[in-house]
């Protein structure tokens, strides 16, 4: 269960203030759920998923994933955490240019301890319309193709929590549903945390939860 008690996250704004980035006075996820997380851009729906995954420390609140007190842990225990239990789709694929699609995804699955195959590999690309692109440098595949191979590299690891920031923006119609289509079969067949912020209706219908997030205040 993921649970979450008064969590603020607040930045200096440049003036010598503090600028409230984000309140969640109370949050809980049953074992295997999922939610989708809405709101405009800049209302906190990015920084959310930042402290559920580790990669940002909150000002001041709690957040507990399964046995593990998240807001209790070191940096470097942190980082340990997100390896292990965390595939993290961002809003920008932020894959590495000078590796190939499937060196990309190799790499994520030896960093959190694991191994891929080539067929493995070839298995996810095909599921997401990439067949055929093992050998691609990252650098030239087009923005949406980009997207897909960020997914596949989060998934590959087979995480735990699995949080996606805008999956679909950069995807036409029949590849955003192709590529939910997968996420939500690898929810249902994993059994792990889903957590989706997104401004696109068709992907919100498809949760059961939802969230409104609106300048940093959970609705």
């Not at 694991?114 to 067929?119: E, F, I, M, N, T």
């Amino acid at each position: 269960m993921i649970t979450i008690q008064n969590l603020i996250c607040d930045f200096p704004d440049g003036d010598g203030k503090t600028l409230r980035a984000l309140s969640v006075p109370s949050f809980s996820l049953e074992d295997g759920g999922m939610a989708v997380i809405t709101g405009p851009s800049g209302s906190g729906k990015t920084t959310f998923l930042h402290c559920l995954s580790g990669l940002l420390t909150p000002t001041s609140g709690s957040i507990r994933i399964g046995e593990v007190q998240l807001s209790s842990l070191s940096p470097s225990e942190r980082c340990d955490f997100r390896a292990a239990k965390v595939g993290y789709v961002f809003q920008k694929p932020l894959l590495l240019s000078y590796l190939t699609v499937k060196e990309n995804i190799r790499l994520s699955a030896s960093l959190s301890g694991g191994s891929a195959d080539d067929d493995t590999i070839s298995s996810l690309l095909h599921r997401v319309g990439l067949s055929g692109l093992e050998e691609r440098k990252a650098d030239h595949l087009s923005g949406g193709q980009q997207q897909r191979v960020s997914f596949l590299r989060a998934i590959v690891r087979r995480p735990a929590l699995l949080l996606a920031d805008e999956p679909t923006a950069a995807l036409d119609e029949e590849n955003g549903k192709k590529l939910m289509d997968f996420m939500l079969d690898y929810q249902r067949e994993t059994g792990c945390f889903l957590l989706c912020a997104t401004h696109d209706k068709r992907v919100m219908d498809r949760f059961p939860l939802r969230y409104d997030v609106q300048k940093g205040a959970f609705l």
